[in-house]
């Protein structure tokens, strides 16, 4: 059960899920529901399967599955490097990780699609490697490195199985792209016209994306532009979207109508943010709206339009010319509209160019009906107390996903509440300068009495008289003590 707070629309997650099972592509399934909670109405949710072992039973018939692994950290680029330890086996009586290294190997070894052809199912990888592309996701492989699974029925190749899609259609794509850390100031690919990136500007660097697809890109580009011509084209999916719009309609005004005290339904963390009834409507079409996490969410309508305008164009395709005219028409509601300039930066950000001196010190289906959910009794949720962060890392910024700066990049080039910044030019990525000092948490968290956890970090986005506040894993969290030292 989803809110997917993070988007205006209640369609991203259903819309990607559906394109998956009409490509008859391994996914999950999504659908709405209504929630309420001892008679009271909690609001309008994504309901959505999840992969776990018993999805793995029912879809492949796979009991308590030894060879199901979750990439849910980031950085994951199916290297043994990165993703021997940062992929976890999600049957947790596994100990035996042999065969995951063996194929993570092999990945590392290949040098053309040949050498692995027996072990991965490399059109199915380069299907969702294609729907990554077109649909401006920057939260799985290609950018942020997480968010897919890797599978390997009995008798068959693995099986690269994505998840978790509230981030695509150009959502937030200033803050996937850039970072939500810091402000970007690096030399860079200036355009923010996302939707006009080639592949290549796109993806971060990859072994298997050299090996699969920049170093002969014949087959991916087969699939990408089939898909461009079965379902990723305005004359598809603009009716699927009114569809949906209208379907999911009277579920979003009745979830925007707040209670006699202003209070909206199921908004406990009312710092989280929400849409207005009328972004959603307009980003559902093709206004592009200021999203909730400071950044933007393109209209849905339009990044199709624009992404299918540039696909049709850069691989010469032949394309429905109703929407390749420039003349084509559409409506902007200006009343919502966020600009280039619209995105929220965070806060204590410095900007420099100097250098540092090196330390010795440690461093789908489409739905008929909603389905209602009642809930008997709320769940009671037991919060950890606080330990200490392992000291596993050499630079501070390592355990958000990004790496260190070598040795020989001194340059600082931006300056924010984790320290200093570099940037790599033959990697064209950020990297940390600061060296990681291990931290012991607030022996109470003072947040937590508030509903929120305290963070890692110390970037502050917000300061009331509660205390200073950041951002961390989609929620809000209680900035340390250790932060003012």
Same mark, same amino acid.
């Given at each position: 059960l989803r809110p997917d707070a993070r988007e205006a629309t209640f369609l991203r997650s259903k819309l990607l899920c559906d394109v998956h099972n009409r490509l008859g592509i391994p996914s999950v399934s999504a659908n709405y529901a209504t929630l &309420?909670?001892?008679?009271?109405?909690?609001?309008? &949710?994504?309901?959505?399967?999840?992969?776990? $072992?018993?999805?793995?039973?029912?879809?492949?018939?796979?009991?308590?599955?030894?060879?199901?692994?979750?990439?849910?950290?980031?950085?994951?680029? #199916?290297?043994?490097?990165?993703?021997?330890?940062?992929?976890?086996?999600?049957?947790?009586?596994?100990?035996?990780?042999?065969?995951?290294?063996?194929? /993570?190997?092999?990945?590392?070894?290949?040098?053309?699609?040949?050498?692995?052809?027996?072990?991965?199912?490399?059109?199915?990888? /380069?299907?969702?490697?294609?729907?990554?592309? @077109?649909?401006?996701? +920057?939260?799985? &492989? $290609? @950018?942020?490195?997480?968010?897919?699974?890797?599978? =390997?029925? =009995?008798?068959?190749? +693995?099986? *690269?199985?994505?998840?978790? &899609?509230?981030?695509?259609?150009?959502?937030?794509?200033?803050?996937?792209?850039?970072?939500?850390?810091?402000?970007?100031?690096?030399?860079?690919? %200036?355009?923010?016209?996302?939707?006009?990136?080639? *592949?290549?500007? +796109?993806?971060?660097?990859?072994? /298997?994306?050299?090996? $699969? @697809? #920049?170093?002969?890109?014949?087959?991916?580009?087969?699939?990408?532009?089939?898909?461009?011509?079965?379902?990723?084209?305005?004359?598809?999916? *603009? %009716?699927?979207?009114?569809?949906? =719009?209208e379907f999911v309609r009277p579920y979003v005004e009745l979830d925007k109508i707040p209670d006699e005290n202003g209070k909206y339904p199921g908004r406990l963390n009312e710092k989280s943010g929400d849409y207005s009834l009328a972004e959603w409507d307009a980003n559902c079409e093709f206004t592009t709206v200021r999203s909730s996490q400071g950044s933007r969410g393109y209209g849905l309508k339009y990044w199709i339009l624009a992404k299918y305008r540039y696909i049709c164009k850069a691989y010469n395709m032949e394309c429905d010319q109703t929407y390749l005219d420039e003349n084509y028409e559409y409506t902007i509601d200006k009343e919502v509209e966020a600009d280039d300039n619209d995105v929220a930066q965070p806060t204590n950000i410095e900007v420099v160019q100097s250098e540092i001196t090196e330390t010795d010190e440690p461093t789908t289906i489409l739905a008929d009906q909603t389905t209602t959910i009642e809930v008997a009794q709320p769940t009671t949720i037991v919060v950890p107390q606080p330990t200490t962060i392992p000291n596993k890392y050499n630079c501070w910024v390592e355990q958000f996903g990004y790496p260190c700066c070598s040795s020989r990049n001194k340059i600082v080039y931006a300056h924010d509440g984790e320290g200093d910044w570099g940037y790599d030019f033959s990697k064209m990525e950020w990297c940390g300068i600061t060296p990681y000092t291990e931290h012991i948490n607030d022996e109470e968290c003072w947040s937590e009495v508030l509903g929120y956890p305290c963070c890692k970090s110390c970037t502050v986005y917000d300061t009331d008289s509660d205390g200073q506040w950041g951002y961390e894993d989609e929620h809000w969290c209680g900035i340390q003590s250790y932060c003012q030292n």
């Open positions: &309420y909670i001892n008679d009271e109405y909690m609001g309008f &949710y994504i309901l959505m399967d999840s992969i776990k $072992l018993s999805w793995i039973d029912f879809v492949y018939g796979d009991k308590d599955s030894t060879s199901l692994y979750r990439c849910k950290d980031v950085n994951n680029d #199916l290297s043994v490097k990165m993703s021997s330890t940062g992929c976890i086996n999600d049957n947790e009586e596994v100990t035996d990780n042999s065969e995951w290294i063996e194929f /993570l190997t092999a990945l590392d070894s290949a040098q053309s699609a040949e050498d692995i052809e027996n072990i991965f199912d490399i059109d199915l990888f /380069l299907t969702e490697i294609a729907i990554e592309y @077109i649909s401006g996701s +920057w939260d799985h &492989y $290609l @950018i942020y490195g997480h968010n897919f699974y890797l599978y =390997k029925p =009995k008798d068959d190749k +693995w099986k *690269f199985i994505v998840y978790d &899609y509230d981030g695509d259609f150009g959502q937030d794509i200033d803050m996937g792209i850039n970072g939500m850390s810091f402000d970007f100031t690096a030399p860079r690919n %200036p355009s923010t016209d996302y939707p006009t990136y080639s *592949f290549e500007e +796109w993806t971060k660097s990859r072994h /298997l994306v050299d090996i $699969l @697809i #920049l170093n002969n890109s014949t087959r991916f580009d087969n699939i990408l532009t089939n898909l461009v011509s079965e379902i990723f084209n305005p004359a598809t999916l *603009f %009716p699927y979207i009114d569809e949906l =719009k």
